[in-house]
């Protein structure tokens, strides 16, 4: 345990050793600057939350914990950028064992005969000079629909502690759960989900 605080602090030390000027030069909040190339989702800290109204009484909020994808971007070329994402649809979680285990039945996601959400994107239209809205197929339920996701640049450059490049973005979408034959409680429950969506993508190569 001493050997591994040890390694952890060294590389906190390493990391903070660089001076902030170099550190401001490596990252950089502006699109147009960062490196072209195919980027892999960094699973570690990419999530997806989704909510809904939950009987009028409360917005309720989950996750899926588990997410995969890639994304080729040249900052040149906004529009012809792709992005090809996987959902883990078991890895949906309440932190409530039971309700997590009603939201995988039959009546909502059925991860036994659905196990996995993609989402491919068809359109990139530049909406700011850090937005986007990205227009995709979202495949949920074994039912594919239109879907356009409000994206928000954040960041590109070196991460301080693993020294990779990486971009970061934060992004929302809007869906009607019933449009995917997920139709249990509405309009109880709401038909309206609310996804958002925080991103890290690592440069492949």
Do not use: C
């Not at 502006?30 to 960094?42: C, E, I, R, Y």
């Not at 227009?135 to 409000?150: E, Y």
């Amino acid at each position: 345990m001493r050997n591994l605080l040890a390694i952890v602090a060294l590389s906190l030390a390493a990391s903070l050793s660089s001076s902030p000027a170099a550190l401001a030069q490596a990252i950089s909040p502006s699109p147009a600057v960062v490196q072209a190339g195919t980027f892999k989702l960094d699973p570690t800290h990419s999530k997806i939350t989704w909510s809904v109204n939950h009987f009028g009484f409360s917005t309720y909020i989950g996750q899926f914990a588990t997410v995969n994808g890639v994304l080729k971007l040249d900052p040149k070329a906004v529009g012809a950028a792709s992005v090809d994402v996987t959902v883990d649809a078991g890895s949906v979680g309440t932190l409530n064992a039971a309700l997590d285990t009603h939201i995988k039945s039959k009546e909502f996601l059925d991860v036994a005969t659905f196990p996995t959400a993609t989402f491919h994107a068809t359109k990139v239209t530049q909406t700011g000079e850090r937005t986007a809205d990205i227009a995709g197929d979202l495949t949920l339920h074994g039912i594919t629909k239109p879907v356009i996701l409000q994206a928000a640049f954040n960041q590109g450059g070196a991460n301080p502690i693993d020294k990779k490049y990486e971009l970061g973005f934060s992004g929302s979408a809007k869906i009607k759960r019933s449009q995917f034959a997920i139709t249990a409680y509405v309009p109880f429950v709401s038909d309206e989900v609310t996804l958002t969506i925080e991103a890290e993508f690592k440069a492949a190569n």
